[in-house]
């Protein structure tokens, strides 16, 4: 009798200590959103897509559009159709085989869900061909050159037809993709777990059984985790405690500047507030600028971590424009062009969303402004109220940001164009319309570039958005995991990550 | 009793629906437009547009209130804006996870305040009396997101004793989910053992120079038996009263606790919701934080027969 129970009790703990199971515990630092692609908006969530749900195309850390599910694709000489030859033997979670059929239900789910966010991104295609087996027509109603970069992100998220079909809107409490991990559960605003997918096409790359992705909103309570050792690798690491993680010997420290932006939003045309001189003259947003010392800023605000910039795209991208190069402080000028507008001081208002962060970079800017004569005045906001205001014109100044896109046609054309979606300023001239809308049908890299500066030359001087900096992406990792590459867009990319053996 | 209970109950009904139409004008006050919100970064109008009449944000408020209220008199508090779920089994999910949190909390603020607030009472003028008042003056003062932030670098990162954050449920693994309390718990019982203290201490001294506390004392009752038996339970039903109304600090406090810790429970729903301008969260965890309000109130009124039955004969 004894011996039976022994046995059963010894039979129950070898089940219960599973053989050196590797769980990652990842700690971001928002809860993410509605998990499904088509759906979702927030950042996290396509951290927590890029192991879960695998997309047409991916990037290179150096932005290059490379194959993920589509092996290889060709467009037609007049760049109208997109034609992508796609990987054979893949399947999604749930067992249905990955096919062009499954491709084509996926873009007109993004197209026709009513829910769907993506509705936008994939505007440009009229319609998918399924031309054999594992390979698809996808037929423009215009040339769109920012498509394969959309494909690389959600809009190119492939989720299994069957599970679609059957969920409907409410796909995201049990997402099925073809990622690395399968989704095992959420609980709201304390974690999400996924684990190994083992018949993934790329499985031998990925080394974890299990991922956990955990919220922690509080960047010293989220060091404070990885410190304690309860979680394995962190994001967006506050600047400010970078010294102290690069001083840590249990910890590593990781960054790259991202391909996102925050500036400051003039209200050049929205309404009556833009009329003033702030945002009817430009001679006086220049002078702004030329206040302003972008390196003193980083060093001040960000430890000189992120990137001080100019442009919609960060000095290192093959995009920037090195003809228009980053200012350096000018008070005289500055005030010499003050003169010019007939003014000796200006009052400013410039709105701010009422983080320390983002406070603390207006104060800088406020106190160097005071040297050319601006009287700038803050006004902090909550962020929703902020966003408000900016769209319906009530603002003078606002400063804000952009994520950032890959294709920099993102960066940068719904914020100067005339009819631009998020064109706060409503900054509109023909010139730089036409040029832009150039640029975004060409499949041409160098004649894309030439648009893009002859673009630049002119914002640069009518400035409807004074860009400041961009900000740097940081993870923290704990010391014993290695193989972890960081890329411009934030992303947590666990090929070839593993603990140290 | 039973028709005490009844009418306290009955004039529930109608602060409830004071509330309800409190909470849902006073978010409409808030600035911000949620459809912008939810849209996201690109701000696509015709997602805007889909939300809007999707969340019947175009109608008038008068409108929006009736489908909101006809829904949750059918039990539907509708579906959170951001993530899909529906309302009520979010507040089913994250409410016994601040139950939790908010007994662990009383018992602690009951272990500490109590016996202080006693001794310094009956020690009063001394030494120890002094130092309980300073103590309970420091944990009235210090704030909770400096004194939580501070036990987890001590406790977690450089001791390596407890989890820095998050949480476990008690029916899942009962060890983990009391480890991940703990902390969290002490912050918040500590602000409320203060008040409690301070509180017993007063009620204690008022009832210590009672005349039946004199007449016990001649009697040659031991001097215990005359501290907890003849003046303690005096005593008691101030701090009952004080207890329930604490209750509604301790939602308060948990608010912020929970968002140190980063415990999933209602406090983080609401402080999410509310940023995130989710309004159906807001309205749903607004109106049972009411609902539980009033319901500990009306628990300490029944508590008040229990414990001195001179009330029972006012009724």
């Known amino acids: 009798m004894h011996k039976i129970l022994l046995a059963a009790l010894l039979a129950g703990s070898a089940l219960v200590s599973p053989a050196l199971a590797a769980d990652l515990r990842i700690g971001l630092q928002d809860d993410a959103d509605v998990l499904d692609p088509d759906q979702s908006r927030t950042f996290v969530g396509r951290i927590v897509y890029t192991s879960l749900c695998d997309k047409l195309v991916d990037i290179t850390p150096e932005l290059k559009i490379i194959p993920q599910l589509a092996t290889a694709w060709s467009w037609s000489d007049d760049g109208k159709t997109l034609t992508m030859d796609l990987r054979e033997g893949v399947v999604f979670h749930d067992g249905t085989p990955f096919d062009a059929e499954a491709v084509k239900a996926n873009i007109e789910r993004s197209k026709n869900l009513p829910e769907s966010r993506r509705k936008s991104e994939v505007k440009s295609i009229d319609s998918v061909a399924v031309t054999g087996a594992y390979q698809v027509k996808m037929m423009l109603a215009n040339p769109d050159a920012t498509l394969l970069a959309q494909l690389a992100d959600r809009a190119g998220m492939m989720i299994s037809p069957t599970a679609a079909e059957a969920a409907g809107a409410d796909f995201a409490a049990n997402p099925v993709c073809s990622g690395p991990y399968k989704f095992v559960e959420r609980v709201q605003q304390d974690r999400i777990v996924l684990e190994k997918f083992a018949d993934h096409w790329n499985a031998d790359a990925f080394h974890f059984d299990k991922v956990s992705f955990l919220p922690i909103p509080d960047t010293t309570v989220r060091l404070a985790n990885l410190r304690a050792g309860d979680l394995d690798m962190l994001e967006r690491l506050a600047a400010t405690d970078a010294a102290a993680v690069k001083a840590d010997a249990g910890l590593q420290y990781a960054e790259t500047v991202s391909i996102g932006y925050q500036g400051i939003t003039v209200n050049v045309n929205n309404g009556d507030r833009a009329k003033n001189p702030f945002g009817e003259d430009a001679r006086l947003r220049q002078a702004f600028e030329l206040s302003i010392d972008r390196d003193a800023l980083n060093q001040v605000v960000f430890e000189g971590a992120f990137a001080p910039g100019n442009q919609p795209f960060p000095p290192n991208s093959p995009w920037y424009d090195k003809d228009v190069p980053i200012p350096a402080r000018d008070i005289e000028k500055a005030k010499a062009l003050m003169k010019e507008t007939g003014h000796e001081t200006f009052d400013l208002e410039v709105q701010v969303a009422n983080n320390p962060v983002q406070t603390q970079v207006l104060q800088v800017v406020q106190a160097m402004a005071a040297e050319a004569g601006f009287n700038v005045k803050l006004k902090s906001t909550e962020f929703a109220s902020l966003l408000a205001e900016q769209s319906a014109g009530n603002y003078q100044a606002s400063q804000v940001g952009w994520s950032g896109r890959v294709d920099p046609d993102g960066n940068i054309h719904q914020f100067m164009t005339c009819k631009g979606g998020i064109n706060d300023s409503k900054y509109c001239n023909p010139e730089v319309d036409k040029l832009l809308d150039a640029a975004r049908t060409s499949n041409n890299e160098e004649e894309r570039k030439a648009e893009y500066d002859a673009a630049r030359k002119i914002l640069a001087k009518d400035l409807p958005i004074i860009y400041l900096y961009h900000p740097s992406w940081i993870w923290a990792l704990d010391d014993k995991l290695e193989g972890f590459v960081p890329y411009p867009d934030g992303m947590i990319r666990l090929e070839n990550v593993k603990f140290r053996s | ?315």
């Open chain 2, 1 to 315: 009793m039973l028709s005490y209970i009844v009418r306290r109950l009955a004039i529930a009904v109608p602060t409830l629906i004071l509330v309800s139409i409190f909470v849902f004008t006073l978010q409409k006050l808030l600035p911000g437009d949620p459809a912008l919100v939810m849209a996201g970064e690109d701000r696509d109008p015709a997602a805007i547009a889909f939300i809007r009449e999707k969340y019947h944000l175009n109608e008038p408020i008068l409108i929006q209130y009736a489908y909101w209220m006809k829904a949750v008199l059918q039990g539907d508090m509708g579906i959170s804006l951001r993530t899909n779920q529906p309302v009520l089994g979010l507040i089913g999910d994250k409410l016994p996870v601040t139950i939790q949190l908010a007994l662990m909390a009383i018992v602690i603020a009951f272990v500490i305040g109590v016996p202080a607030g006693i001794l310094s009472a009956v020690k009063k003028g001394t030494m120890i009396d002094y130092v309980a008042n300073i103590v309970a003056l420091s944990g009235l003062s210090v704030p909770n997101f400096w004194l939580g932030i501070m036990l987890i670098l001590l406790v977690s990162v450089n001791l390596g004793w407890l989890p820095a954050s998050g949480y476990e449920s008690p029916f899942v693994d009962p060890l983990r989910s009391l480890k991940t309390m703990i902390m969290p718990a002490f912050v918040l019982g500590t602000s409320l053992a203060a008040t409690l203290m301070r509180h017993t201490r007063s009620a204690m001294l008022g009832v210590m120079k009672a005349d039946y506390v004199r007449t016990a004392r001649a009697k040659g009752v031991r001097e215990l038996a005359v501290i907890i038996k003849h003046a303690f339970r005096n005593a008691l039903l101030p701090i009952v009263t004080l207890s329930a109304l604490l209750f509604g600090e301790l939602l308060g406090g948990a608010v912020l606790t929970e968002q140190i810790f980063t415990i999933p429970g209602f406090g983080k729903l609401i402080v999410d919701a509310v940023f995130t301008r989710d309004y159906a969260v807001v309205q749903g965890v607004v109106l049972c934080a009411a609902a539980g309000v009033i319901l500990i109130n009306l628990v300490a009124d029944v508590l008040y027969f229990l414990v001195n039955p001179r009330i029972r004969s006012t009724l």
